[in-house]
């Protein structure tokens, strides 16, 4: 079972940029998909961007396209999330959730707060 630990969130001015990580400890396979969610205080969790952990693939949501970009370094074992010019309403928690072989797991978090 894979384990994954996010860092890299912070308090940002708008329009700033914040780089998250999210490490796997384990055997990742190239067929998963890693994916960052992020839930803002009082409203649900939300699909932010998707990778499959072979590369190839990359999915936005349409609120952070041209901004946010994912990312992942298979030797590391470590996915990313390249976000610029942030907004406020990029103010949640950011989840790492890696999907394969049938399992899957998710990180406990970073919050990344972005003040006006």
């Known amino acids: 079972q894979v384990q994954l630990v996010e860092s890299g969130g912070g308090l940002v001015q708008s329009g700033g940029s914040l780089t998250l990580s999210c490490a796997g400890s384990?055997?990742?396979?190239?067929?998963?998909?890693m994916r960052w969610h992020r839930q803002a205080p009082g409203k649900e969790r939300e699909l932010v961007a998707t990778?499959?952990?072979?590369?190839?693939?990359?999915f936005y949501a349409d609120s952070t396209k041209g901004r946010f970009t994912i990312s992942r370094d298979a030797l590391k074992n470590t996915g990313y999330l390249q976000m610029s010019s942030l907004k406020p309403e990029d103010t949640a928690v950011y989840y790492c959730?890696?999907?394969?072989?049938?399992?899957?797991?998710w990180g406990q978090g970073t919050r990344v707060t972005v003040s006006s």
């Open positions: 384990g055997v990742i396979n190239a067929n998963s998909w």
């Open positions: 959730n890696l999907e394969g072989g049938g399992s899957q797991a």
């Open positions: 990778i499959k952990w072979s590369g190839h693939n990359t």
